[in-house]
Protein backbone atom coordinates (compact mmCIF):
# COMPACT_ATOMS: atom_id res chain seq x y z
CA UNK A 1 0.00 0.00 0.00
CA UNK A 2 1.30 3.14 -1.01
CA UNK A 3 1.81 5.87 2.32
CA UNK A 4 1.74 9.16 1.79
CA UNK A 5 4.92 10.91 1.78
CA UNK A 6 6.42 13.12 4.86
CA UNK A 7 7.71 16.50 3.82
CA UNK A 8 10.96 17.70 6.10
CA UNK A 9 11.53 20.88 5.05
CA UNK A 10 14.69 23.31 6.24
CA UNK A 11 12.31 26.02 6.46
CA UNK A 12 14.60 27.71 9.41
CA UNK A 13 17.83 27.57 7.44
CA UNK A 14 15.25 29.16 4.78
CA UNK A 15 14.82 32.01 6.89
CA UNK A 16 17.85 32.44 8.35
CA UNK A 17 19.94 32.67 4.92
CA UNK A 18 17.37 34.88 3.36
CA UNK A 19 17.61 37.42 6.15
CA UNK A 20 22.00 37.09 6.28
CA UNK A 21 22.13 37.48 2.26
CA UNK A 22 19.99 40.53 2.41
CA UNK A 23 22.05 42.31 5.12
CA UNK A 24 24.59 42.90 3.26
CA UNK A 25 22.54 44.22 -0.09
CA UNK A 26 21.47 47.29 -1.01
CA UNK A 27 17.43 48.60 -0.96
CA UNK A 28 16.77 47.52 -4.48
CA UNK A 29 18.26 44.18 -4.11
CA UNK A 30 16.31 43.62 -0.94
CA UNK A 31 13.02 44.34 -2.61
CA UNK A 32 13.66 42.78 -5.62
CA UNK A 33 14.37 39.17 -3.54
CA UNK A 34 11.53 39.89 -0.91
CA UNK A 35 8.92 40.22 -3.81
CA UNK A 36 10.03 36.72 -5.05
CA UNK A 37 8.18 35.09 -1.99
CA UNK A 38 4.50 33.99 -2.22
CA UNK A 39 2.34 35.75 -0.05
CA UNK A 40 -0.79 34.30 1.25
CA UNK A 41 -3.05 35.29 4.04
CA UNK A 42 -3.28 32.10 5.60
CA UNK A 43 -6.54 30.73 4.93
CA UNK A 44 -7.70 28.48 2.36
CA UNK A 45 -10.08 29.25 -0.62
CA UNK A 46 -11.81 25.96 -0.57
CA UNK A 47 -11.18 23.78 2.42
CA UNK A 48 -10.69 20.44 2.45
CA UNK A 49 -12.28 17.43 3.55
CA UNK A 50 -10.91 13.84 4.61
CA UNK A 51 -11.78 10.58 2.50
CA UNK A 52 -11.93 7.81 5.03
CA UNK A 53 -11.53 5.41 2.69
CA UNK A 54 -8.32 7.10 1.19
CA UNK A 55 -5.21 4.27 1.01
CA UNK A 56 -2.69 6.90 2.35
CA UNK A 57 -5.12 7.75 5.38
CA UNK A 58 -5.79 4.32 5.94
CA UNK A 59 -1.90 3.57 5.40
CA UNK A 60 -1.26 6.09 8.31
CA UNK A 61 -3.76 5.21 10.57
CA UNK A 62 -2.24 1.48 11.07
CA UNK A 63 1.01 3.25 11.50
CA UNK A 64 -0.64 5.39 14.25
CA UNK A 65 -1.96 2.47 15.90
CA UNK A 66 1.13 0.60 16.07
CA UNK A 67 2.91 4.07 17.63
CA UNK A 68 0.53 4.13 20.39
CA UNK A 69 0.75 0.54 21.01
CA UNK A 70 1.66 -0.09 25.41
CA UNK A 71 0.57 3.58 26.02
CA UNK A 72 -2.49 3.89 28.67
CA UNK A 73 -5.73 5.73 26.86
CA UNK A 74 -6.09 8.68 28.95
CA UNK A 75 -8.45 12.13 28.24
CA UNK A 76 -7.35 15.12 26.98
CA UNK A 77 -6.79 18.04 29.70
CA UNK A 78 -7.19 21.36 27.96
CA UNK A 79 -4.95 24.08 28.80
CA UNK A 80 -5.74 26.38 31.04
CA UNK A 81 -5.06 30.63 30.97
CA UNK A 82 -4.75 32.82 28.51
CA UNK A 83 -2.54 33.36 25.46
CA UNK A 84 1.36 34.21 26.26
CA UNK A 85 3.44 36.58 24.28
CA UNK A 86 6.54 39.14 24.70
CA UNK A 87 7.58 41.87 22.94
CA UNK A 88 10.72 40.58 22.33
CA UNK A 89 10.24 37.22 21.13
CA UNK A 90 9.01 37.01 17.61
CA UNK A 91 7.29 33.30 16.82
CA UNK A 92 7.03 31.84 13.36
CA UNK A 93 4.93 29.13 12.63
CA UNK A 94 6.89 26.59 10.23
CA UNK A 95 4.87 24.61 8.04
CA UNK A 96 5.78 21.45 5.82
CA UNK A 97 2.86 20.87 3.61
CA UNK A 98 2.59 17.32 1.63
CA UNK A 99 1.97 18.65 -1.94
CA UNK A 100 3.35 16.67 -4.67
CA UNK A 101 4.04 19.21 -7.23
CA UNK A 102 5.93 22.17 -7.09
CA UNK A 103 2.62 24.41 -6.91
CA UNK A 104 0.53 24.87 -2.88
CA UNK A 105 -2.48 22.96 -3.10
CA UNK A 106 -5.18 24.18 -1.10
CA UNK A 107 -6.05 20.35 -0.45
CA UNK A 108 -2.67 19.67 1.52
CA UNK A 109 -1.89 18.55 4.89
CA UNK A 110 0.72 19.85 6.94
CA UNK A 111 2.98 17.03 8.13
CA UNK A 112 5.47 19.43 9.51
CA UNK A 113 4.74 21.89 12.21
CA UNK A 114 7.73 23.75 14.15
CA UNK A 115 7.74 26.79 16.16
CA UNK A 116 10.68 28.96 15.32
CA UNK A 117 11.09 31.84 18.20
CA UNK A 118 13.37 34.38 18.08
CA UNK A 119 14.64 36.43 20.99
CA UNK A 120 15.45 39.92 19.91
CA UNK A 121 16.76 40.75 23.23
CA UNK A 122 19.19 37.79 23.79
CA UNK A 123 19.59 36.89 20.12
CA UNK A 124 18.73 32.77 20.70
CA UNK A 125 17.09 30.85 18.15
CA UNK A 126 14.87 28.40 19.18
CA UNK A 127 12.75 25.60 17.35
CA UNK A 128 9.67 23.50 18.67
CA UNK A 129 8.85 20.07 16.56
CA UNK A 130 5.07 19.59 17.01
CA UNK A 131 4.53 15.67 17.03
CA UNK A 132 2.04 15.10 13.79
CA UNK A 133 -0.40 12.83 15.28
CA UNK A 134 -1.32 14.61 18.30
CA UNK A 135 -5.15 14.82 18.91
CA UNK A 136 -6.42 18.51 18.76
CA UNK A 137 -9.94 20.00 18.83
CA UNK A 138 -10.73 21.21 15.49
CA UNK A 139 -11.32 24.82 16.34
CA UNK A 140 -13.45 25.83 12.77
CA UNK A 141 -15.26 24.82 9.69
CA UNK A 142 -17.49 21.35 9.06
CA UNK A 143 -15.29 19.31 11.88
CA UNK A 144 -15.58 21.96 14.46
CA UNK A 145 -15.71 20.60 18.03
CA UNK A 146 -14.12 16.99 16.91
CA UNK A 147 -10.99 15.56 17.58
CA UNK A 148 -8.31 14.83 14.59
CA UNK A 149 -4.67 15.06 13.80
CA UNK A 150 -2.79 18.29 14.26
CA UNK A 151 -1.52 17.13 10.53
CA UNK A 152 -5.30 17.21 9.12
CA UNK A 153 -5.73 21.12 10.69
CA UNK A 154 -4.17 22.27 7.61
CA UNK A 155 -6.23 20.81 5.01
CA UNK A 156 -9.65 22.17 7.20
CA UNK A 157 -8.35 25.35 7.06
CA UNK A 158 -4.94 26.40 6.37
CA UNK A 159 -2.21 28.02 8.08
CA UNK A 160 -4.73 30.64 9.83
CA UNK A 161 -6.36 27.49 11.35
CA UNK A 162 -3.59 25.70 12.02
CA UNK A 163 -2.09 28.82 14.19
CA UNK A 164 -5.20 29.12 15.77
CA UNK A 165 -4.54 25.88 16.91
CA UNK A 166 -1.41 26.05 18.42
CA UNK A 167 -1.90 29.21 20.02
CA UNK A 168 -5.46 27.51 22.02
CA UNK A 169 -3.90 24.98 22.41
CA UNK A 170 -0.45 25.55 24.17
CA UNK A 171 -1.71 29.78 25.14
CA UNK A 172 1.64 30.44 22.98
CA UNK A 173 1.30 33.82 20.89
CA UNK A 174 2.04 32.88 17.00
CA UNK A 175 0.71 35.19 14.47
CA UNK A 176 2.63 34.38 11.20
CA UNK A 177 3.94 31.50 9.46
CA UNK A 178 6.45 30.15 6.50
CA UNK A 179 5.04 27.17 3.92
CA UNK A 180 7.17 25.06 2.27
CA UNK A 181 7.14 21.57 0.28
CA UNK A 182 9.73 18.72 -0.93
CA UNK A 183 10.62 20.91 -3.69
CA UNK A 184 12.03 23.29 -1.66
CA UNK A 185 13.71 21.12 0.68
CA UNK A 186 15.83 19.62 -1.62
CA UNK A 187 16.33 22.65 -3.51
CA UNK A 188 17.99 24.28 -0.32
CA UNK A 189 19.99 21.26 0.52
CA UNK A 190 21.22 21.42 -3.20
CA UNK A 191 21.84 25.33 -3.07
CA UNK A 192 24.15 25.37 0.03
CA UNK A 193 26.20 22.75 -1.02
CA UNK A 194 24.89 19.63 0.64
CA UNK A 195 24.88 18.74 4.26
CA UNK A 196 27.15 17.26 6.89
CA UNK A 197 25.12 14.54 8.98
CA UNK A 198 26.36 12.01 11.09
CA UNK A 199 24.49 8.49 10.29
CA UNK A 200 24.18 5.31 12.94
CA UNK A 201 24.56 2.02 10.88
CA UNK A 202 20.63 1.45 10.75
CA UNK A 203 20.36 4.93 9.14
CA UNK A 204 23.06 4.32 6.63
CA UNK A 205 21.61 0.81 5.66
CA UNK A 206 17.80 2.48 5.24
CA UNK A 207 19.38 4.87 2.84
CA UNK A 208 21.59 2.33 0.87
CA UNK A 209 19.09 -0.34 1.09
CA UNK A 210 15.23 1.25 1.09
CA UNK A 211 13.58 -1.54 -1.00
CA UNK A 212 10.18 -2.47 0.44
CA UNK A 213 9.85 0.65 2.32
CA UNK A 214 7.91 3.94 2.01
CA UNK A 215 10.84 5.29 1.11
CA UNK A 216 11.12 3.47 -1.85
CA UNK A 217 8.16 4.14 -3.19
CA UNK A 218 9.36 8.12 -2.72
CA UNK A 219 12.40 7.86 -4.23
CA UNK A 220 10.35 6.83 -7.62
CA UNK A 221 7.59 9.58 -7.25
CA UNK A 222 10.12 12.22 -7.29
CA UNK A 223 12.11 10.35 -9.63
CA UNK A 224 15.24 11.09 -7.88
CA UNK A 225 16.77 7.53 -7.98
CA UNK A 226 19.76 8.07 -9.81
CA UNK A 227 20.74 10.94 -7.29
CA UNK A 228 20.66 8.75 -3.63
CA UNK A 229 23.85 8.52 -2.79
CA UNK A 230 25.74 5.37 -1.29
CA UNK A 231 26.36 6.49 2.66
CA UNK A 232 28.44 4.59 5.25
CA UNK A 233 27.76 4.84 8.80
CA UNK A 234 29.56 8.15 10.35
CA UNK A 235 29.69 11.88 8.94
CA UNK A 236 28.37 11.62 5.41
CA UNK A 237 28.31 15.05 3.63
CA UNK A 238 24.30 14.60 1.54
CA UNK A 239 22.79 16.14 -1.40
CA UNK A 240 19.76 16.91 -1.69
CA UNK A 241 17.37 13.80 -2.27
CA UNK A 242 19.62 11.67 0.02
CA UNK A 243 18.92 14.28 2.72
CA UNK A 244 15.40 13.97 2.38
CA UNK A 245 15.15 10.05 2.47
CA UNK A 246 17.50 10.19 6.34
CA UNK A 247 14.95 13.34 7.25
CA UNK A 248 11.87 11.31 6.21
CA UNK A 249 12.95 7.59 8.02
CA UNK A 250 11.07 6.84 10.74
CA UNK A 251 10.54 3.05 9.44
CA UNK A 252 13.66 1.46 11.34
CA UNK A 253 12.36 3.65 14.70
CA UNK A 254 9.58 6.07 14.90
CA UNK A 255 8.41 9.35 13.90
CA UNK A 256 9.72 11.35 17.74
CA UNK A 257 13.29 9.93 16.01
CA UNK A 258 11.87 11.22 12.66
CA UNK A 259 11.56 14.87 13.94
CA UNK A 260 14.77 14.71 15.38
CA UNK A 261 16.35 13.84 12.14
CA UNK A 262 14.04 17.12 10.67
CA UNK A 263 15.56 19.33 12.75
CA UNK A 264 19.46 17.80 12.24
CA UNK A 265 18.81 18.65 8.33
CA UNK A 266 18.11 22.33 9.64
CA UNK A 267 21.02 22.79 11.91
CA UNK A 268 23.60 21.45 9.06
CA UNK A 269 22.04 23.71 6.64
CA UNK A 270 22.16 26.25 8.84
CA UNK A 271 26.01 25.67 9.92
CA UNK A 272 26.75 25.62 5.24
CA UNK A 273 25.85 30.00 5.74
CA UNK A 274 28.89 29.84 7.21
CA UNK A 275 30.94 28.81 3.73
CA UNK A 276 28.44 30.52 1.20
CA UNK A 277 29.83 34.05 -0.44
CA UNK A 278 27.37 36.31 -1.50
CA UNK A 279 27.17 35.09 -4.72
CA UNK A 280 26.28 31.75 -3.52
CA UNK A 281 23.47 32.89 -1.43
CA UNK A 282 22.08 35.36 -4.08
CA UNK A 283 21.80 32.11 -6.89
CA UNK A 284 19.92 30.08 -3.84
CA UNK A 285 17.36 33.05 -2.71
CA UNK A 286 16.66 33.42 -6.87
CA UNK A 287 15.81 29.35 -6.69
CA UNK A 288 14.08 28.72 -3.17
CA UNK A 289 12.34 31.77 -2.18
CA UNK A 290 9.21 31.34 -5.45
CA UNK A 291 8.84 28.25 -3.93
CA UNK A 292 8.29 29.80 -0.41
CA UNK A 293 4.44 30.85 1.16
CA UNK A 294 4.60 33.29 3.84
CA UNK A 295 2.37 36.05 5.55
CA UNK A 296 4.87 37.68 6.80
CA UNK A 297 5.32 41.40 5.69
CA UNK A 298 7.89 43.28 4.42
CA UNK A 299 8.26 45.54 7.33
CA UNK A 300 8.45 42.45 9.33
CA UNK A 301 11.25 40.59 7.55
CA UNK A 302 12.72 44.05 7.79
CA UNK A 303 12.69 43.88 11.72
CA UNK A 304 14.33 40.30 11.76
CA UNK A 305 17.15 41.45 8.96
CA UNK A 306 18.35 43.85 11.55
CA UNK A 307 19.40 41.34 13.90
CA UNK A 308 20.74 39.35 10.78
CA UNK A 309 24.78 39.95 11.75
CA UNK A 310 23.31 37.22 14.80
CA UNK A 311 22.12 34.46 12.97
CA UNK A 312 25.13 32.94 10.06
CA UNK A 313 25.89 29.83 11.40
CA UNK A 314 23.87 30.04 15.21
CA UNK A 315 23.31 27.15 16.87
CA UNK A 316 19.26 26.45 17.45
CA UNK A 317 17.97 25.56 20.94
CA UNK A 318 15.40 22.48 20.29
CA UNK A 319 12.45 20.58 21.89
CA UNK A 320 9.64 17.97 20.92
CA UNK A 321 6.10 18.76 22.44
CA UNK A 322 4.71 17.17 23.60
CA UNK A 323 7.08 16.60 26.25
CA UNK A 324 7.34 12.45 27.04
CA UNK A 325 4.98 11.62 30.06
CA UNK A 326 2.74 14.14 29.04
CA UNK A 327 0.24 12.10 26.82
CA UNK A 328 -1.63 8.81 25.82
CA UNK A 329 -3.66 7.27 23.62
CA UNK A 330 -7.20 8.40 22.31
CA UNK A 331 -10.01 7.64 19.69
CA UNK A 332 -11.07 10.74 17.45
CA UNK A 333 -12.48 11.72 14.63
CA UNK A 334 -13.25 8.88 11.77
CA UNK A 335 -12.16 6.22 14.25
CA UNK A 336 -8.19 7.45 14.64
CA UNK A 337 -5.89 6.60 17.19
CA UNK A 338 -3.96 9.64 18.13
CA UNK A 339 -1.73 10.86 20.96
CA UNK A 340 -4.14 12.28 24.08
CA UNK A 341 -2.25 15.08 25.17
CA UNK A 342 -2.43 16.86 28.61
CA UNK A 343 -1.85 20.20 26.76
CA UNK A 344 -2.03 22.41 30.42
CA UNK A 345 1.14 20.01 31.32
CA UNK A 346 2.73 21.36 28.01
CA UNK A 347 1.83 25.24 28.02
CA UNK A 348 4.13 25.25 30.93
CA UNK A 349 7.10 23.21 29.35
CA UNK A 350 6.63 24.99 25.77
CA UNK A 351 6.21 28.71 27.89
CA UNK A 352 9.76 27.44 30.11
CA UNK A 353 11.60 26.82 27.04
CA UNK A 354 10.43 29.51 24.89
CA UNK A 355 10.88 32.34 27.03
CA UNK A 356 13.36 31.23 29.14
CA UNK A 357 16.51 33.86 28.90
CA UNK A 358 18.97 30.65 28.19
Not at 6 to 14: Q, Y
Not at 127 to 146: C, D, K, N, T, W
Not at 175 to 190: G, P, S
Not at 250 to 278: C, F, G, M, P, S
Amino acid sequence: MKKRKKIILTIVAILLMVIVVLAVAGVAYYKSKIGLLQYNDGTLSQPGTVDESDEDLLAESAAMEEALKGLEEKEVIEAEGEIFGDEDVFNILLIGTDDRTKEFSDNARGDTCMLLSINKKTMAVKLVSFERGMGVPILAGSYQGQYDWLTHTFRYGGADLMMQEIRECFKIDVQHYVRANIYTFMKLVDSVGGVDIELSEAEADYINHPEGTYGEYHIKEMNVADQIQTVTAGINHLNGATAMLYARCRYIDNDWHRVERQRNVIQAAVDQTKNLNVLELNSLLDEVLPLVQTNLTEKEITSLLLLAPNYQGITLDQLTIPAEGTYGSMTGMGGRSMFAVDFNQNVQILRDFVYSEG
